[in-house]
């Protein structure tokens, strides 16, 4: 039996994106929920938010290992967000109630079309994806400028009180309003760890990871697979500013979101897809926020635990419960390779494959871990 619920560590992935570009038909193919979905703007008005698993198919191993009754996955919880529009930083169209519900979420989803289709309607009347990315980018980006000056406009009374930390504040601002208003995100200013949390506080916009998902659409003509002037101009951005890309075709994995694995795989087969798209999302964003699964297995359950890469014992422990943390005096661990080699953890026992580790200890992608606590 096979489970999805919402762990300790909640992470959130907000889709967005212009009109018509398939955001919404994303977002069922993603959660298996049905949304509204129409040819028009704003079909999409209020936040739909839809918890998926992060494909894994190392807990049917270890649940096989240890005869689990249930197996719960880790999730990545997706919010299907109104269409974006030229102006939002200033209102227009449903522009506060985006930003608003965008502000919440952990990393954005930046969905952009790469087909041209006649029947269904580009709103600025023609496709080109970085104008789209441009378009949206920069309506962040004026959104996280007005947050800023209003922020240092805050900060006088208490710089001129002499406060450490606002005048502490105060540099980074500095340092970043011009790097905004030069229409840059705020991720890609260079600030160290202690200045990023100085920033936490005014929840950026464009601080936070970004993702971009380019919609192809089956039988249509697709930028990426005509080698066109603008997917070359695409590739040329991504690779200039670092930033990672996922090839989906919201449509067709719409198509398929009822049908088992196996029908997935022969549908995929006979139209000659590339893999599966919407899994290669939900692993990208999992990644993007530098987060990794590590398990524990016994007979009530096999189940992910999400912490972030190097995370040490007690901080993963914590993902269970903050005992774990406050209270760990060590833990008992073995690779997942080494488990399944083994065929239990009583034989990677006597192999000398289950190890015991300290406070210390880098949990790693794929540990299967046992806490021992106070």
Request: net charge negative; charged share 25%.
């Amino acid at each position: 039996m096979i489970r999805a619920i919402v762990a300790s560590m909640s992470l959130s992935v907000g889709i967005v994106g212009l009109p018509n570009v398939g955001k919404s038909t994303l977002f069922t193919a993603l959660t298996n929920n049905e949304v509204l979905i129409a040819n028009y703007p704003f079909a999409t008005i209020d936040p739909t938010v839809g918890v998926v698993a992060v494909p894994d198919s190392r807990l049917k191993s270890l649940s096989n290992i240890s005869g689990s009754d249930e197996i719960i996955p880790a999730i990545v919880e997706f919010v299907d967000i109104a269409g974006l529009v030229k102006g939002a930083s200033a209102g227009e169209g449903l522009g506060n109630k985006f930003l608003s519900n965008i502000r919440e979420t952990d990393m954005i989803a930046e969905v952009v079309r790469i087909f041209e289709d006649s029947e269904v309607h580009h709103v600025t009347g023609g496709v080109d994806p970085m104008g789209d990315i441009e378009v949206i980018n920069l309506e962040l980006i004026m959104a996280d400028g007005e947050t800023v000056a209003k922020r240092l406009q805050g900060l006088e009374r208490d710089i001129k009180r002499g406060d450490k930390a606002s005048v502490a504040e105060k540099t980074v601002l500095d340092r970043l309003l011009p790097h905004l208003e030069a229409g840059q995100l705020a991720n890609s200013l260079d600030i160290n760890d202690e200045e990023k949390k100085l920033l936490k506080g005014l929840h950026l916009l464009t601080m936070k990871q970004f993702l971009y998902v380019c919609n192809k659409k089956q039988d249509a003509f697709n930028l990426d697979e005509q080698n066109d002037d603008r997917w070359v101009e695409l590739l040329e951005f991504f690779e200039k500013t670092g930033s990672e890309y996922v090839l989906v075709d919201a449509g067709m994995e719409h198509e398929l979101k009822d049908m088992n694995e196996e029908e997935k795989n022969e549908f995929r087969r006979e139209y000659g897809a590339q893999g599966n798209g919407v899994e290669g999302l939900i692993r990208a964003a999992y990644n993007r926020l530098g987060l990794m699964s590590y398990f524990t297995t016994g007979e009530k359950e096999t189940r992910a635990w999400t912490v972030p890469i190097g995370s040490t014992g007690p901080e993963a422990g914590a993902a269970i419960h903050s005992d774990f943390q406050d209270k760990y005096i060590r833990a008992q661990v073995v690779k997942f390779d080494d488990l399944v080699t083994c065929g239990s953890k009583a034989t990677a026992r006597e192999q000398g494959k289950l190890r015991t580790e300290g406070k210390e200890y880098i949990v790693q992608d794929g540990d299967v871990i046992e806490f021992m606590h106070s």
